[in-house]
């Protein structure tokens, strides 16, 4: 299985907590796109199998319009070897949603859409800059129901001033309108965003992490006990209903990242990725060179990444794959080390899985980190 990951770097407005690559000003989508086609061109051979996913990330990948998706999925068709049936997520913004927008992306071969909703309350849409209101957030929902049957929405919890209580109703609302996948994130404070102005600024209070914390076990109780499965840490599903491409990211196949700032990921050791800079980008394409920088990473990274990715998808880490892949000196040393959360009941093995416990999920990712081996390079 691999992926194709298409970076669109453009955004109406800088939303305030992103620190992702994007330009507000759209001068060179046109060239964009092409230099996007080039790129899928020249690494048309770095991909060892079929492609199961496609994915339009960004930025704004609803900015694209109908002709420049054609370009892109032309390039793709001509170039790679696709699966009978990929998932094809493109990633949307309510205020760029319009039910002829809708059409062109499901003519094109869009079949999951990704909406980036954030919050339903105009409070919390205000203090993270987003180009959208609740209004528009829930029209969009409405529109996409009847284009989509594969769609999921993203919000952020964890945000100042939220109460619990308006964090369960963001959640309720999702619920009313029956979506089948959530996404749902902590709000970070990324260097050299405006939030982190406003914090040191103290325009706007600190992040709390007992309240994020809070925020999730909210978010996983009501979710689970509304048939929702919790398969990955930040993504919730109904049967059926899983994003592949996530999985596979978090399974560690291998995924192609095109576009400016994308990164590129050979399922083994090798990882790549391209220059933030979308008029480099653009220049160094046409002039047929690949503007990525490279890292092969060490069995230990390896080992690290495979801990903190497998530890936050619903089947755990099994420990049989784990030896397997990395021999018994990391055996060792995982199982020495989990012990402490096994006592502490923040982990527990079953049928030869280590998961972590419902009550811990939100400590996921600094377990992972307490597991990761920097003592011995095996
Ligand atoms: S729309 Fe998405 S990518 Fe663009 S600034 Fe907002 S969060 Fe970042």
Redesign the pocket.
Known sequence: MSSIYLHIPF?????H??D?H?STSLKHKDAMVQAICKELEMRKEELPNKVENIYFG???PSLLNSKDLDSIFNTIYKNFSISEEPEITLEV?PDDIRKRVLEDFKSVGINRISL?VQSFFEEDLRLMN??HNAKEAKESIELIKTHFDNFSIDLIYGMPAMSNSRWEENISIALNYDIPHLSCYALTVEPKTALERFIEKEVIPPIDDELAASHFDILYHILTSKGFEHYEFSNFGKHGFYSKNNLAYWTGKPYLGIGPSAHSYNGNEKRQWNIKNNVKYIKSISSNSLPNTSEILTKSDQYNEFVMTRLRLKNGINLEELKTRFGQNYFDYFILHIQPHLDEERLEIYKNHAYVTPNAKFLSDGIASDLFNIDFQG
């Open positions: 955004c109406k407005q800088a939303c907590y992103c992702f994007f960004g930025g704004t913004n980036g987003r180009a």
